[in-house]
Each structure stands twice: as C-alpha cells, then as structure tokens.
C-alpha cells in the first residue's frame, strides 16, 4: 500500500501483518481522498482501516486538529484513541474526549495540538461551544458505528458536528447495517462517494456463531446459567443482563461461587468501567454487562456471548452476539429463555437468518442457590434499566447528559443512572482462589 516506513514499523509493533478484507478494499480507496460509505460487521478491523489513511495523509506538523473520529460510547472511544496511540509516533498527536472524565483535563490535552481527536458526540459539542475545540482545519471526518448513533439518537448532534467542519474534507462513515437515514446523512454531507458492502449480508449477521438456548423457570435461571458453564466450560465470556441490578446480584453470587467475574454497567464510574475492561482483557474469565457493553467494544478472545435476560429486540440479540467471532473467529452463543419467550427464539432466528438450538443444561447442583435474596432484592429484571451511563434529550441513553446547548456540561458521567455504591458493586465476595469451570 506504499505507507510510511515509520507506519508499517508502527503496524509491525503490534503484530498487524496482513490486512483485513476491511483493510483490503477500504484502505487504497481511502488513501486517494474519495469518501468512504462502508458497511461490514464489528470486529473486521475497521479502526486500523480508518486509522492508516489518516495517519498516511496527515501533515507532519500541525496546529489545530486534521482529524475528528466520532464514536457512540466511551468505550468505543478508548479503543479507537489507543490504537491510534500505538501507530502514531508522538502519543500527544491523539486526544480523547467523553464524559464521565474531567472537561478541564480534556481542554488541556486539546491544547497540545492533537492531530487526531477521537469522541463521543455529547463531549465534543461541548467543547466546539466552549471553544475549545476547533474543527475549521479538519481534513478527515469518522463516523464509526453510524447505525448506532441513530439508535442512540446522536443523529442531529452528529450533522450539528458535521457542520462545524469544512465543506472540503474526507469523510468515511462505517455502519454494521445501513438504514435510509444513514444513507441521507451520508448523501448531504459526502461527495463522489464510494459505498463498500465487505461481506455478505448473513455474513453481517454473526453466522460463525453457534446459537444456543435453554428453556428455565424464572427462579431456575441463575441454576441454568451455572449449568451452562459447568457444561460447556466457556474460556472467556460476557454475560448479558437487562438492568444494573441484576447484574451486580450476579457479580456476587459467581463471586461466591467462586468463579472469576468483573462487572461493567451504566452505574459504575467510568473509571470502574474502564478497569473491569482492563481485567477482563487481561484474563478475568466473565464479564457481566447491561447493553452498553455491546455497542462497538472489541475484545480478543471472546469465545461465547451469554443472554441471561434475552432482548426483546433481535437486533440488540445481534448486537451483542456480536462480541464473539471476532476478526473471523468462531463463537457460542448461549440465551436462558423462559417459557412464554418462544416467540422472541422465532424473531431472533427469523432477523438474524439463523438457527437457535435447544439444549438441556443440568441445573441440579446449582437449584438451592437464590440469587436475589444475596443482594436484598426479589425479583428478576428489577432495578434500573442501564442506559449506558448518562442519557440523551430522547432518554434512550448514551453519551450525553440531557442539557441545553449552552446549558453547561452534557456528559455528567455515569452519576445520572443509578446503581448505587460502585464498591458495593466490586466488592470481592469470597477471598477463596476463584476456579474456572
């Protein structure tokens, strides 16, 4: 692709050889300036895809941003900023920006001359309306995970960013599947642009996956959860719950039954989120999450998804799937379906063109155990609904906080959500080694 020696010796630090299909076919379009509609499944490599035409094209000195990379979760957003990190030679050259993290800390490292800022809409409004943050000599324009910026309702936020930078820019836009309003954000704001469709469209839709469910009572459903992972001994999973409270009651009774678990949601500090991801990446065996876990992260490794609340939604069910079978890996999919949830099984196979199979877990060992009287609650699916840590003016969650424009600090974090103590949610449980079933 005739890159940069200090580029390819960046790609080489971090054992990128060989492309991606991603990287194949977006990367030499990329490099030529043309504007990029891409649609192609999480976990293809699409941020290296983005990364190295910037970083290529980039000047070598500059003072004020060339790149604005938008990203719908803090999370997202980390990822993005640490490879950007990696293949740049001056770390300084890559800010970060979101909420739930100091604004002023933030302003400084936007002072610094960044090349490449990476961000959440909320916070870069905010930063564009404090003058903070310039976006006059932008040159590269991102939009990653455009579908779910939509769903979260940063579509407005989205075009108001877009219309704070040059007419003249390179803009590449990056969807897992690409709704009508996509596409018209996509034609008003890019010229002559190229549209990649990289993989079929069932490819899109995790078929490397293999799908599982277990039919269980309510009272029955953490007894059906432990049956799965003493039957099928997952390596490294995520375990999917609808509301914060579950998730902390079954952070603690893994705990107690001695299985290695980290806990990440929406009423956690971002810097409780933040190390439990750290953990997790470096060898925790579970991670428990509400959906803000789905959108966008990218762990290595993730060999099976679990849906102990299974959504209503097929989509979100494809959302969250989707952390497994990474970068063309295979992958297990695991759902505890009550009885009266049959039909979710039929819109879920029906949307995702898939097959659920049914299978028996053993719940016996586990029957006694009653999770919620743990935790002092009684029932499933009470508690807070997670919303990702902060919610938007429409209350579907996200990144902003709920403010005016001009009425100070969209991203007040993760203080809105609820959740109670974030110790209470970490605490260690039981000091006994943790063992992997």
Known sequence: MN????????????????????????????????????????????????????????????????????????????????????LEHNRDSVAIVYGGASINMQIQSLRRNPKIVVGTPGRIIDLIERRALKLNEIKFLVLDEADTMLDMGFIEDIEYIMSKTPSEKQTLLFSATMPDKIVSVAKKHMHDMKQLSIGGEEEVIVTKIKHYYALSENRLKFATLMGYIKQYQPKKAIIFVQTQYAANAIHDAL??????????????????????????????????????????????????????????????????????????????????????QANIVRDIEYVGRIRMEKIAVDTRPFENIRLFERSGGSRFGSGSRDRGGGFDRHSRGGDRGGFRRGGGDRDRGDKRSGGGSSDHQQRRGSRRPFQRF
């Open 255 to 340: 705990r107690q039954q001695n299985v290695d678990s980290v806990l990440m949601h929406g009423g956690l500090t971002q810097a409780k989120r933040e190390q439990s991801l750290k953990i997790f990446k470096r060898g925790a065996q579970f991670l428990i999450a509400t959906n803000i876990a789905a959108r966008g992260i990218d762990i290595a490794g993730v060999s099976d998804v679990i849906n102990f609340d299974i959504p209503d939604d097929p989509h979100v069910y494809i959302h969250r799937v989707g952390r497994s079978a990474r970068m063309n890996a295979d992958g297990k999919a695991f759902s505890v379906v009550s009885r009266d």
């Open 3 to 86: 890159l940069k020696p200090e580029l390819v010796e960046a790609l080489k630090r971090i054992n990128f050889v060989n492309a991606t299909d991603v990287q194949e076919q977006v990367i030499p379009i990329a490099l030529k300036g043309t504007d990029i509609v891409v649609r192609a499944k999480t976990g293809t490599g699409k941020t290296c895809a983005f990364l190295i035409p910037i970083i290529q094209n980039s000047s070598k000195a500059s003072i004020a941003p060339e790149a604005i990379i938008i990203a719908p979760t803090r999370e997202l957003a980390l990822q993005i900023a640490e490879v950007a990190g990696k």
